[in-house]
């Protein structure tokens, strides 16, 4: 393939890979449990036994080993992520979980290695907001090729908060964890990106969650 990409990665990753599982955990537990909460979000996906399922941003896996038992043997799941030390934990979780039905692969979600229309849904969770605006609207348009037609796509990341509680906790997750590129995202909107990524992905859902810190989006693929 090889389109040209926006060159832009935030190798955070790489050096706190180690410390991420305990830290999302923490975070989690806090707002009701991790798992519980990546399970909730995951349902608006309504992943089928069978399905095929990409997980951009995959990071440790931890979304996309539930999706592996949500699509079972009949099923596949990918989960691309351009650090190598997340998918190095991504992959002794395959280890240990024993599924035969994922694969973690590095790669960069502007440019996919798989053939148009090859997946039923696609997730991205907490990934968006690290790519600039050019990655975002480069994914965007991956995601719309990569989908078959009437395929999904959940994401899930930042909004822009309307409600005390959510201003001030993405005031706080900003300034601790994140750069310049999830302030521009919350600015810009996803919606607006999607409209300027020129791509027909009609949003069906949209949920707020954590207080109104985050959104998840569902959309679907239609006819260009
Ligand atoms: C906040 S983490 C979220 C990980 C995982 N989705 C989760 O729910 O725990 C963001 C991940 O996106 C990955 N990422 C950022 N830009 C990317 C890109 N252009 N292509 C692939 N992965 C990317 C990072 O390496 C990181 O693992």
Request: proline fraction near 1%; aromatic fraction near 6%.
């Amino acid at each position: 393939m090889n389109k040209k990409t926006s060159g832009y990665y935030r190798d955070e990753f790489n050096k706190m890979a180690w410390i991420y599982d305990p830290a999302v955990s923490l975070i989690g537990a806090i707002f009701g449990g991790e798992k519980r909460i990546r399970r909730k979000i995951l349902r608006l996906a309504d992943i089928k036994v069978g399905d095929k399922v990409l997980d951009i941003g995959c990071g440790t896996g931890t979304s996309a080993l539930i999706i592996a038992r949500d699509v079972g043997d009949k099923g596949e799941v990918v989960g691309i992520d351009l650090s190598e030390k997340m998918l190095d934990i991504a992959k002794r979780k395959i280890d240990r979980s024993g599924f035969h039905n994922v694969t973690f692969l590095k790669a960069n979600a502007e440019d996919i290695t798989y053939h148009d229309s090859y997946f039923d849904k696609i997730t991205a969770f907490a990934v968006l907001h690290e790519m600039n605006h050019e990655g975002r609207i480069n994914t965007l348009r991956e995601i719309y090729r990569l989908l078959k037609l009437e395929g999904k796509a959940l994401i899930a990341d930042y909004d822009l908060p309307e409600k005390i509680g959510g201003i001030l906790l993405t005031g706080l997750l900003l300034r601790m964890f994140e750069g310049e590129t999830a302030r521009d995202m919350i600015e810009r909107g996803i919606d607006s990106e999607i409209k300027e990524a020129g791509v027909n992905l009609r949003i069906v859902k949209k949920e707020s969650i954590l207080c109104g810190a985050g959104q998840v989006l569902l959309m679907e693929k239609q006819g260009a």
